[in-house]
């Protein structure tokens, strides 16, 4: 199986969001703008939160594209305008499809947020097709212990499966077009070569340790988001440091469809953004309850 080479390595910049918490996002960033299916990706933390200092996203609306919370530590609670609650704690994944429109908060879990410690975690949004952006809304809710995880048989590589498949491992969660996100962890030494439709865009963003990522020892480390070309049926990657390689590995069918985004939509046309604002701002996506 051949394997897919590095277009580039970006490095992911610093920012602020909701009432103020830092992420570090690789993507849509000068130079690094447009990875069709995807539209955002954003690393929450690692961070040490001092008692009553967490900060999350208070009530805000998005139509059009889902948006992909997974928790490695700590733990954030959601609810929304169609009255749904809850919360996720490590290892969880909220897979949220807003669809026609939904109004809902991210915040530090209450106990948490009076207690303080350390949060750390994803947010991916992904765009969806033309025919669902006016779909109901809905949640896909996955326990840790539910998200399935796979081993490599030297045992020095590990996934967590949370949509496509690896190391004959599936995910259980549905997406409305075809999508990988793979968390791996290389030991020193590891490698593993991840099949990779050749129709998918594919990337990676290293969170943890250093590696190489093609046959050519294209380097990436801590921060660092690794865009493949569309050349193979597969990615390679191989732990080159002292300590473990932390990766999120997507990939997906792009759509290939006109796209007008502002802010918390994204559309296909100016119009429909302009009866997204005018649809929240009558309360039409309703909005959440005290």
Known sequence: MSTRSVV???DAVQTLEGEGFLVRRP?????F????????????????????????????????FETVSYILEGRHEHRDSAGNAGE???????????????????????EFARKGGRMHGFQVWVNLPR????????????????????????????VKVIAGESLGARAVIDTRTPIQYLHFTLEPGGHIEQPVPRDHNAFAYVFGGEGTF?????HAADGQAVLFANDAESVV?????????????????????PMVRYGPFVMNTQTEI?????????????????
């Open 131 to 158: 025919r669902d952006k006016m779909m109901s809304p809905r949640y896909q809710e996955v326990p840790a212990a539910r998200i399935p995880v796979a081993s490599s048989p030297d045992g020095k590589v590990r």
């Open 88 to 110: 996720l704690g490590p290892g969880d994944v909220q897979w949220m499809t807003a669809g026609a429109g939904v109004v809902h908060s991210e915040m530090p879990a209450r």
């Open 33 to 64: 703008m447009q990875f069709d299916p995807f539209l955002l990706l954003d690393e929450m933390g690692p961070v040490e939160l001092p008692p009553g200092e967490g900060k999350g996203a208070p009530d805000h609306p998005h139509r059009g």
């Open 274 to 290: 302009l009866q997204a604002f005018e649809d929240y701002q009558s309360g039409r996506m309703g909005r959440i309850q005290p």
């Open 214 to 218: 093609d046959p050519e020892g294209r």
């Open 27 to 31: 993507f849509p960033i000068p130079g």
């Open 8 to 10: 580039k390595v970006v």
């Open 237 to 257: 990657m191989t732990n080159t440091g002292s300590e473990p390689l932390q990766v999120l590995l997507l990939s997906g069918v792009p759509l290939r469809e």
